[in-house]
């Protein structure tokens, strides 16, 4: 077994070779002048299995570089080919929105299927794309290794999701924490005014956890923060798998009334304060085994 390291996972493909006891194989990577990639494998990986690792923080080049390294894999004689790509890039256009759009993950999916053998994530946005794979498509949940991360910084807890879509997160979350869990609905009062409250639950004098898979622009996490203080929520721990964080996010969230922001370096970001390691060197020996 090998393990190969895209651009954006270098310091998590050593860990988990470390941990699978594994070779780590150097990888050049480069950008020409003009933008293009050029990547380069060296050692032998004929007959072996391969596990590339790359995220997809970056999204379009993370994407074409998977691309060049399965193709440079596979003309190398791999026996399998197994992209383990934490974060997913485009997971999230999963469906047709409005006509005349592509559903992007499926597009990509057709491509990963055609280049690899396995493709192994971490929380895709929505499960039931594993449709769209020809080849087995296999993820693992980081939301228990967030709870535990902040497990000590809260005291008499809720866990809330951002929405009744999310609610899953909130109870594994919870499970951790051995407290209640609920989800956030929003209200419309009046044509300018909302209002974002846990459905069931009262957050007054308590501690609070909001999970979600994903922080991208952070604007409902951060008005929901707001809110929570306001009903009387003493310390509010924002947490996602993927901390995307675009532009000003985590500025808006802070400002929002955050105590703290966790997420996964599945998507590296100033947050990424938890590991993946273990869960993607799990599913590498489980497949071992298998
Ligand atoms: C939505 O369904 C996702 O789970 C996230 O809640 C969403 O992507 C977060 O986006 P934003 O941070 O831009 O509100």
Do not use: W
């Amino acid at each position: 077994m090998i393990i190969v390291s895209g651009s954006d996972s270098q310091d998590l493909a050593y860990r988990v070779s470390k941990l699978t006891n594994s070779e780590l194989l150097r990888t050049e990577f480069k950008k020409f002048p003009d933008g293009e990639l050029y990547i380069r494998i060296h050692g032998d990986v004929k007959d072996k299995d391969v596990f590339l690792i790359q995220t997809q923080n970056n999204q379009n080049d993370s994407i074409v570089e998977t691309i060049l390294m399965c193709d440079a894999l596979r003309d190398e004689g791999a026996k399998s080919i197994n992209l383990v790509a934490p974060y997913l890039a485009y997971a999230r256009q999963d469906k047709k929105f409005n006509d005349g759009e592509p559903i992007s993950i499926r597009a990509l999916a057709k491509l990963y299927s055609n280049l690899c053998d396995r493709v192994i994530t971490i929380n895709p946005h929505e499960v039931h794309i594993e449709a769209f794979f020809d080849i087995p498509f296999i993820y693992g949940n980081a939301v228990d290794k967030l709870a535990e991360y902040v497990k000590d910084k809260l005291n008499n807890p809720v866990v809330l999701s951002p929405d009744k879509g999310a609610i899953e997160l909130a109870k594994t979350a919870s499970e951790v924490l051995d407290c209640e869990y609920d989800y956030l609905e929003k209200t419309r009062i009046s044509p300018t005014e909302i209002k974002i409250a846990p459905k069931n639950l009262d957050v007054k004098d308590k501690d609070v956890l909001i999970v979600d898979d994903i922080i991208s622009t952070g604007g409902t996490m951060a008005t929901a923060i707001g809110m929570l203080k306001e009903q009387g929520a003493i310390k509010v721990i924002a947490s996602c798998v993927h901390p995307v964080l675009i532009g000003d996010a985590l500025n808006k969230l802070y400002v929002g009334g955050a105590d703290e922001v966790v997420g996964t370096d599945s998507f590296l970001s100033e947050v990424s304060k938890v590991s993946v390691d273990n869960i993607v060197a799990d599913m590498i020996m489980n497949y071992n085994k298998a």
